[in-house]
């Protein structure tokens, strides 16, 4: 009974749990029954046309993104704005040699001592041993799913495995790395392009101090194109692409012709620079002279447009662009480039001296000081003498200048009658007055160094223009034009002081000129004249008209290479807004040679020739130690040595003769090739032949004595000789020398029956004639062509109208004006007198006394003497050149004699001791050579027949 009572309750139990537990389930679901009710209630009424939720919902969210982006990336910048480190501080290292001694050679300028340099290095080397291996915090995490690594710690996207991981390294400044983190959390969590943009330039540029990361800022550049389709990030893409810069990505044209394509169509102007010159030469693509031109013309408007928006007679040109070889006096060193001729950009060297010297002088009060009140008053204003870059300030070209117009134009000149009787009087310190007084009518006119003021301008332009002045001419026409300074418009008398003015050839006169008559199809021809004798002097707008009268036809045939060429000048010249050269230079200055190469780079592929010299110089300086060089991170030493190469070939189809030896250098050795002797051959045939260049003809020289890459003809080997002495008196020594070799050579293989080459006439009776056998010179155009293969197979010679590069003479524009030009040329006033000034300084000192010296530069009457002098000394020249050439041929037989005498001596000094060993050392040289016979004539067989005349006869 018991158990059953137990098993009752039991079951009772279970009973009412079972209840409890249904009950309270179904109380839960009659308290739901109503929500689910209203919720479908509200699905209805919105499928009836109410607003939708989750629409507005989304709606919200992207604009709140949107915000919340923009407010990351402002946080960020004011971060970056009050940091210490600004944007243009950049860590890099400077660029030394792997050798020890050229690194203590450096070392020991600076400590005056071994022993202090030794010290120093072992308290570095112990240092860096105990030092952290990283001086930045580095986190390991995976790969986002961005293409840019995340770089906070311990975000993941599983989507991309957990295997994906990278190292980021944080930056040491805690200011710019929270500054770099929100950027990047704005730029891919919020995508904010802005943010993107700025830490793509901070990666790509090494910007704050930051590490150059290649790899980061391409990914970054690649999203926001992507994304937003934004240019500049197509145009570094595409330039990364054409590059292969840092080994990224591989060397891809295609790809690179489709980004650049993109973002010229957008209206990037390195993009429109990049794909015009891309379509001249066909690089990447096929040449189409249409395309290159419509891109060039595009970039050239835009930079036209540029000009005209200054202030009055148009915008300051932008500073020259510097080319690295002339800071050496050429790529092959001082007096060795192109014909001899020494660069004039080695006056960089002397300009402090020089300013310092003329400040001195310019503070008395004789002539000797209005002359040099007057250069400084020039050079402060132009702010370069062509290819010397001075510092521009407005204010001490105004002091200087206002003192030499005040010392002309004093209280006793105030009518025109007057003046003109002081201009007749006093002829030399007119001109310069006239100088001094147009240059002041522009500062007024423009806001250079003084108050904007039209009136003071018209005041100094009258003045100028009394003393004929064609700059003071222009300007007061300009105003008449204009009607400015309270004038009333007078096109009448603006023609005549434009006509006046162009007469004296003043490049801005003639362009007014060519735009007056432009306006009539009648006189084409007569703007075509103006236009054309105003872009001799590389004028900017004159070259920009001249495009445009071969691109429409106007007056004459439409010409596509030359409109191209044109075009191509003025997009380069005018880039106000492209601070690429002047950043590469800096940096360049200042060690920072990894920085200086990719902006070279970046200009080298806009087409910009000195950028292609300037960054195939700086591989081709670290050839010597290019494993440890700082351009290691731009690419594999290998493929950096094939990208010189390149740019040496894009430099050397644009006109630079030096790039087209050093084609030839890196042919012959097979830098950045494979050995080639004949395409070092007709590299070095078009530079000797085409270009002129004396260190090309010795090359051919040499390659037709010792018959590589060419025929082997000791006749013509001295003509190349003679013709490299002939353009360069400066090579005498080298010349000679190895036109004493090359008779001794010449008189064995005659004794001896050896080759000599062609019979092309008697030896010696070559002087300086240029070669004419068909084994030398085969056509220039079939050399040229052979030439200007680049190392990748796309470069071809830029067309006839091709600009070769910011500094030279536009195409079609080449040669001098008719007439003597008088003192209108600002540049050259200053780049004359610091010829002048350093000719004297060569000369040595002057009067000690510190009293005039007609013999000073500054003075104006020297040179008559001096022309006078020469002409006098003409005939006696004629007849030292008789006397030079027959002291010539007696040195040249005496150094021919000593050298055979001293080879005689060498082979019986030789042949001695030889027969005194050969005994003792028989029985050794037997084992030695296993019964087998000597080389015949091996340099390094002293003992081997004909060994003598191995070497005289070059085997």
């Not at 145009?235 to 489709?258: N, P, W």
């Not at 070279?600 to 000195?610: P, T, V, W």
């Not at 050093?662 to 830098?671: A, H, N, V």
């Not at 051959?681 to 010792?706: D, F, I, K, R």
Request: charged share 20%; hydrophobic share 35%; aromatic share 10%.
């Amino acid at each position: 009974m018991a158990q059953k009572s137990i098993r009752k309750r039991a079951l009772l139990g279970c009973t009412v749990l079972l209840a409890l537990t249904l009950f309270a389930n179904a109380s839960d679901h009659l308290q739901q029954e109503p929500l689910i009710q209203e919720s479908s209630h509200f699905e209805v009424t919105a499928k009836d046309g109410s607003q939708d939720v989750d629409t507005f919902k989304d709606n919200t969210n992207a604009q709140d993104k949107i915000e919340h982006g923009k407010q990351l990336y402002l946080e960020a910048m004011q971060l970056l704005e009050s940091s210490n480190i600004k944007i243009e501080d950049r860590v890099f290292t400077l660029q030394q040699s792997s050798l020890a001694r050229s690194f203590l050679s450096d070392e020991l300028q600076k400590q005056k001592g071994i022993l202090p340099t030794a010290l120093r290095l072992v308290t570095q080397g112990v240092m860096s041993f105990f030092k952290p291996t990283s001086t930045s915090s580095s986190t390991t995490t995976p790969k986002a799913n961005s293409p840019l690594e995340k770089e906070n710690e311990g975000n993941q996207d599983p989507a991309d495995g957990a295997n994906t991981k990278v190292t980021v390294r944080r930056h040491r400044d805690p200011v710019i790395a929270k500054a770099i983190d929100l950027l990047r959390t704005a730029g891919y969590d919020f995508e904010n392009d802005d943010a993107l943009w700025t830490l793509a330039n901070i990666l790509f540029h090494g910007q704050y101090k930051s590490r150059r990361d290649f790899d980061q800022s391409f990914d970054l550049y690649a999203t926001l194109a992507d994304r937003s389709g934004n240019a500049t990030a197509q145009q570094m893409i595409g330039f990364m692409y054409s590059t292969g810069l840092g080994s990224v990505v591989e060397r891809d044209e295609a790809k690179a012709i489709l980004y650049t394509s993109f973002a010229a169509w957008a209206n990037n102007t390195a993009a429109e620079l990049t794909m015009g010159y891309k379509y001249m030469l066909g690089i990447g693509t096929k040449k189409s002279c249409d395309d290159s031109v419509f891109y060039y013309k595009r970039a050239a408007d835009k930079a036209h447009d540029t000009y005209l928006s200054g202030p009055p007679l148009g915008r300051t040109m932008p500073p020259i662009k510097v080319r690295l070889t002339d800071s050496n006096g050429g790529t092959y060193g001082a007096g060795a480039s192109g014909s001899g001729a020494p660069s004039s950009n080695a006056l960089a060297s002397d300009i402090k001296d020089f300013i310092q010297y003329h400040q001195y002088i310019a503070e008395g009060d004789s002539l000797k000081a209005r002359a040099a009140q007057y250069l400084l008053g020039v050079l402060f204003y132009t702010g370069n003498a062509k290819t010397t870059t001075i510092p521009r300030d407005y204010q001490k070209a105004g002091k200087y200048l206002r003192r030499v117009a005040d010392a002309f134009f004093n209280a006793k000149m105030t009518t025109e009658k007057a003046i003109l009787e002081a201009r007749e009087q006093r002829r030399d310190e007119a001109d310069d007055a006239g100088v001094a007084a147009a240059l002041l009518g522009k500062m007024y006119w423009r806001g250079e160094g003084y108050a904007a003021d039209e009136l003071q301008a018209l005041n100094w332009f009258k003045k100028g223009a009394l003393l004929g002045n064609p700059v003071a001419l222009n300007g007061l026409g300009t105003m008449y034009a204009k009607g400015t300074a309270g004038l009333s418009v007078d096109f009448t008398r603006a023609t005549q002081y434009f006509k006046m003015a162009a007469d004296q050839n003043y490049p801005d006169a003639q362009v007014n000129m060519g735009l007056i008559y432009v306006q009539d199809p009648k006189h084409y021809s007569k703007a075509l004249h103006y236009f054309e004798e105003a872009s001799k002097s590389q004028n900017f707008q004159a070259i920009y008209r001249l495009g445009e009268m071969y691109y429409y036809g106007l007056g004459v045939p439409k010409h596509c290479e030359r409109a191209a060429g044109y075009f191509k000048y003025v997009a380069e010249r005018g880039d106000w807004d492209e601070p690429l050269f002047h950043d590469a230079h800096q940096a360049y200055q200042a060690g920072d040679i990894e920085y200086a190469a990719v902006g070279y780079l970046q200009a080298a592929e806009r087409g910009f020739e000195i950028g292609q010299s300037n960054f195939a110089w700086i591989v081709d300086r670290a050839l010597d130690a290019i494993a440890e060089s700082v351009l290691v991170s731009l690419g594999t030493p290998s493929k950096l040595l094939e990208m010189a190469l390149v740019y040496w070939t894009r430099s050397a189809n644009q006109g630079d003769v030096d790039a087209r030896v050093k084609m030839g250098d890196y042919y012959f050795t097979g830098i950045g090739a494979e050995v080639d002797f004949k395409k070092a051959t007709a590299c070095y045939q078009v530079a000797a032949e085409v270009e002129l260049s004396a260190m090309a003809m010795w090359n051919l020289g040499w390659m037709h004595e010792n018959g590589v890459g060419a025929a082997k003809d000791f006749h013509l080997a001295k003509q190349w000789y003679d013709m490299s002495l002939t353009t360069n008196p400066g090579a005498l020594l080298p010349v000679s020398l190895s036109l004493a070799k090359l008779n001794a050579r010449y008189i064995w293989n005659y004794l001896t029956g050896g080759d000599t080459g062609a019979d092309s006439g008697s030896f010696w009776s070559i002087n300086g004639k240029a070669p004419s056998s068909s084994s030398a010179s085969s056509s220039s155009k079939s050399s040229k062509d052979g030439a200007e293969n680049s190392a990748q197979g796309g470069d071809k010679q830029a067309p006839d109208g091709a600009a070769d590069g910011q500094d030279g003479t536009a195409a079609g524009s080449t040669g001098s004006s008719s007439g003597s030009r008088k003192n209108w040329d600002l540049d050259e006033i200053g780049e004359n007198g610091i010829e002048n000034w350093k000719s004297q300084q060569q000369a040595g000192p002057g009067d000690a006394d510190g009293e005039y010296d007609e013999n000073d530069p500054l003075n104006h009457h020297h040179h008559q003497r001096q022309q006078r002098q020469r002409a006098q000394q003409g005939d006696r020249e004629d007849e030292d050149v008789v006397l030079l050439e027959e002291e010539d041929l007696v040195e040249g037989m005496v150094i021919i004699g000593l050298c055979m005498v001293i080879g005689y001596l060498m082979y019986v000094r030789q042949f001695r001791f030889g027969q005194q060993g050969q005994q003792q050392n028989a029985d050794q040289n037997d084992n030695n050579n296993n019964n087998q016979p000597p080389v015949q004539g091996l340099p390094g067989d002293p003992n081997a027949p004909g060994r003598f005349a191995y070497y005289a006869a070059g085997g």
